[in-house]
């Protein structure tokens, strides 16, 4: 039995996207999560002030 090295470093490959899609949905995805807590926090505030959140 031969074993066959196989090398794709010299060669081009296309790749599929899925990389890069996976990339830009879960950035979007951190986007949203993030400015989802941050308009919570600007209600909090909004409604219960500084003093409140920072003493329990």
């Known amino acids: ?15 599929s996207g899925v990389g890069k899609k996976f990339l830009i949905i879960s950035i979007s995805l951190t986007v949203l999560l993030n400015t989802s807590v941050a308009i919570w926090f600007y209600i909090y505030l909004q409604q219960n002030g500084l003093d409140k959140f920072l003493n329990k």
């Open 1 to 15: 039995m031969k074993l066959e090295s196989i090398s794709i470093a010299g060669n081009k490959t296309t790749q």
